[in-house]
């Protein structure tokens, strides 16, 4: 099984629909992040979490939510996808001490 | 805030020829270097790494990358490139005291037979 496993892997949904990617990890890091992945444009960070309690925004962060249920759990919530949050979502774990990330296989999002 | 450019957004070589792609970032003190590939499809896999010590790092499937602090670059080299070795490839920076790493915009990597 994957260290990190995001589901689903591929959604497509229509304009004005709340949509929520969910991400799951068991190597037990404290720091967990979303990106965006745009060709042409790389990674994009929407936001990150250190602990439970710590929520913090990324660069891209407006149009998105994210709630850390546990430590094993982030997830990440299009409240009403609009088409230009169509992309590839990354989830990711870190190393605190060096910033290292353990990516998820991705979450392929398509909004009509 | 540290960020990091990838000058070349395509490079095509051909099988058994060697590969360097380029990376340069920008941050005041010794940053954390890393370099992923994403094959076709799947996430995003750490081929090397960069905290401190000697600057020529090795990393898996054969890729080498070295660091230079006067040119603020962190090169990814291989010296014969396989068909497998098609990918997108992503140049990273993080700080000891960082949040999180910022990425250059990618390399997308053709081998031709």
């Known amino acids: 099984d994957a260290d990190v496993t995001q589901t689903p892997r591929n959604r497509i949904t229509k304009t004005g629909k709340r949509i929520m990617l969910e991400c799951s990890q068991t190597k037990g890091h404290d720091r967990m992040y979303w990106y965006r992945q745009d060709p042409g444009l790389g990674l994009r960070l929407i936001y990150y979490s250190f602990d439970v309690k710590d929520i913090n925004k990324g660069e891209i962060s407006d149009g998105y939510s994210v709630s850390r249920q546990a430590q094993a759990k982030f997830s990440l919530s299009l409240e009403s996808a609009i088409p230009n949050q169509t992309a590839l979502y990354f989830c990711a774990t870190a190393v605190s001490n060096t910033g290292e990330l353990f990516f998820g296989e991705g979450s392929r999002l398509t909004v009509l | 805030a540290q960020s990091v450019t990838q000058p070349d957004i395509h490079i095509t070589v051909s099988e058994g020829a060697s590969l360097e792609l380029r990376c340069n970032y920008s941050y005041g003190a010794t940053p954390y270097l890393f370099w992923y590939v994403q094959s076709p499809g799947q996430g995003l896999q750490l081929l090397l790494k960069?905290?401190?010590?000697?600057?020529l790092v090795q990393g898996i499937k054969g890729f080498e990358a070295e660091f230079k602090r006067s040119q603020s670059s962190f090169n990814l080299r291989k010296p014969s490139v396989h068909w497998s070795d098609a990918a997108e490839y992503f140049c990273?920076?993080?700080?000891?005291?960082?949040?999180?790493?910022?990425f250059g915009k990618g390399t997308s990597l053709l081998v031709t037979p």
């Open positions: 990273a920076v993080g700080a000891p005291t960082g949040y999180a790493l910022n």
């Open positions: 960069y905290f401190s010590g000697d600057t």
